[in-house]
């Protein structure tokens, strides 16, 4: 009987990447993986046990949490049922998650079929939007900003003048003016939270 450490040499060779969040899995022995790609029953064990991890934190990323584990689980069998017909097995990591991903969807297909109920008459009405106390939260938020913030901020929000307009008339670029813009924003934003 074998062993995983005394299988295949391979500790080396990882398998090319193929998608961005598939670094972990690069380490993946190629001739290991060669063999379970043949039908070596031993290693196809040990390919999905290394696998397992990374493809449970990508599913992590993608399903809803109580999914997880089914769409890791269903996503092995589907790996171990097809891996034979793979035809560039370098592909490997890309179509695993890929598998995952498609479980993951699929549960969350049928967890929203599962879930779907007609909407309720109940529904609040919005809330007022010119409420006294807005109006003072929104002039303090102004007010706590630099002023060349504030300048586009007014420019852009409450005179409606275009990127380029304001450009011309504070005598800078529409790439500064953009700059500034987001970043008063943010903090306006940081401000009201």
Same mark, same amino acid.
């Given at each position: 009987?074998?062993?995983?450490?005394?299988?295949l040499p391979c500790a080396s060779y990882p398998v090319p990447l193929t998608h961005r969040n598939s670094a972990a899995m690069q380490h993946l022995c190629p001739?290991?993986?060669?063999?379970?790609?043949?039908?070596? &029953? !031993?290693?196809? =064990?040990?390919?999905?046990?290394?696998?397992?991890?990374?493809?449970r934190r990508y599913a992590e990323y993608h399903c809803v949490i109580n999914d997880v584990e089914d769409a890791v689980q269903e996503s092995l069998i589907t790996v171990s049922r097809r891996l034979t017909g793979l035809r560039v097995l370098e592909c490997f990591t890309s179509w695993a998650f890929r598998i995952v991903k498609r479980e993951c969807n699929r549960l969350k297909r049928a967890r929203c079929h599962w879930q779907h109920e007609e909407l309720r008459e109940e529904i609040?009405?919005?809330?007022? &939007? !010119?409420?006294? =106390?807005?109006?003072?939260d929104c002039a303090a938020a102004l007010e706590s900003l630099p002023a060349h913030y504030r300048e586009v901020i007014l420019l852009r929000d409450l005179e409606g003048l275009s990127i380029a307009e304001m450009a011309d008339q504070l005598l800078t670029t529409p790439d500064t003016i953009k700059a500034r813009l987001h970043r008063a924003r943010v903090m306006a934003r940081e401000y009201l939270a």
């Open positions: 009987m074998r062993r995983a450490s005394d299988s001739l290991e993986l060669a063999a379970a790609h043949r039908g070596d &029953r !031993d290693a196809l =064990e040990r390919v999905l046990g290394q696998s397992r991890q990374h493809l609040l009405p919005p809330a007022p &939007r !010119d409420t006294e =106390e807005l109006r003072r």
